[in-house]
C-alpha cells in the first residue's frame, strides 16, 4: 500500500471512497494536473489502476520533492538521516529561513526537497503559505510526536513515481497531449463558499472565478475529444452553473483548516463528471 508523502490541505483523503465509486471503469492514461498530495493517484496505484500517469503542480518545491523521489531517493534518505531534523520551535524557524534563503536553487534540489518535507510535517496543518515577498511563513505547528516518512513509505513511493511523467505547469499545458480514452482528475483550489469560508484559507493566490470559468471551458474541450474527466470543487451556485449539463455528485466532508470548530464541520462539496459508470 503506498500513501502520500507531504500532508496537504484541502487533501482528499476524506472524500477518497466517494471518487473511488466513481472513477471509470478504465482508461489509458491517468492525469492529474492539481497534483497536491496525490491522494487518488495513490490509491488506484494501491488498486493496480495505474499504468502511465502524468502529474502536474504549479508549486515548485512540492513538484521538486517528488522529482527528487522518483530521481534521488537514496539521496535524500540520506539527507534525512542526519540529526538537525528536530521538532523543537527555534529549530523549525532556523531550518524555515534557511528553506527560504535557497528555494529555487536547484543545486540544492536535495536539501530543498527534505526541507520540505520536514517543513510540511512540522508546520501547521500541512499549510503551505507565502508572504508578500513569497517567503513561506506557516507557523510552527507544536505537535507532540510528528513522524517524518520512512524508508519504507519513501521506496514506494519511488516506485510508483518510476512511471510517472511529472511537470511543473498551468493544468491547461499539463493536459495538452491528452487523448480520447484517457482519464483525467482536476483538484482545483476550491470555489470559496462565501468570503469568510474556511475554503479561502487554502485558495491559491490568482485562481478565482475567472480561473474556475477557464477550468470548466477546459473540461468541455476534453469531453468533445472523448477524454474522461473528473472534477472536485466545493458545492457552490458558481460550480453548479459552470458544469450544467454534467453528472453533479454531492458529498459530505469537514475540513479542519478553520481556527473555528464548527466551521469544520457540514461542508458539502462536489463531483463532476462526464461520464457514467
Known amino acids: 500500500m503506498v500513501k502520500p508523502i507531504v500532508k496537504w490541505a484541502g487533501g482528499k483523503r476524506q472524500i477518497l471512497k466517494h471518487l473511488l465509486e466513481r472513477i471509470p471503469i478504465e482508461w489509458d492514461i491517468y492525469y492529474e494536473p492539481f ?19 502524468v502529474i502536474s503542480d504549479l508549486n515548485e518545491e512540492l513538484i521538486n520533492l517528488y522529482v527528487v523521489i522518483k530521481e534521488r531517493p537514496q539521496d535524500l534518505l540520506k539527507e534525512l538521516r542526519k540529526k538537525i531534523y528536530h521538532n523543537d520551535k527555534e529549530t523549525y524557524l532556523k531550518l524555515r529561513e534557511e528553506f527560504n534563503r535557497i528555494r529555487g536553487n536547484q543545486s540544492y ?12 510535517r512540522h ?16 507557523p510552527f505547528g507544536r505537535y507532540k ?13 519511488h516506485e510508483m513515481l518510476k512511471n510517472i511523467t511529472i511537470l511543473n505547469e498551468d493544468f491547461e499545458i499539463a493536459v495538452r497531449n491528452i487523448n480520447e ?14 468570503k469568510t469560508a474556511y475554503f479561502t484559507d487554502y485558495t491559491s493566490a490568482g485562481f478565482d472565478s475567472k480561473e474556475q470559468r477557464r477550468l470548466a471551458a477546459l473540461c468541455r474541450k476534453l469531453d468533445e475529444k472523448g477524454v474522461y474527466f473528473m472534477v472536485s470543487n466545493s458545492d457552490t451556485p458558481l460550480i453548479r452553473e459552470l458544469y450544467e449539463g454534467f453528472n453533479i455528485y454531492v458529498v459530505e466532508a469537514n475540513r479542519n483548516i478553520n481556527s473555528k470548530a464548527d466551521r469544520r464541520k457540514g461542508i458539502t462539496e462536489v463531483i463532476i463528471t462526464n461520464y457514467t459508470k
Do not use: C
Open 35 to 53: 497534483a497536491g498530495g496525490l491522494a487518488l493517484l495513490t490509491a488506484l496505484y494501491t488498486k493496480g489502476k495505474i499504468g502511465k500517469a
Open 109 to 120: 534540489d536535495v536539501r530543498r526537497a527534505a526541507l520540505f518535507l520536514y517543513l510540511n
Open 123 to 138: 508546520g501547521y496543518n500541512g499549510l503551505w503559505r507565502v508572504n508578500s515577498k513569497g517567503e513561506f511563513n506557516v
Open 145 to 157: 510526536n510528528p513522524k517524518m516518512p520512512d524508508e519504507k513509505h519513501i521506496m514506494k513511493f
Open 181 to 194: 480514452n484517457d482519464f483525467v482528475y482536476f483538484d482545483p483550489p476550491y470555489q470559496p463558499v462565501s
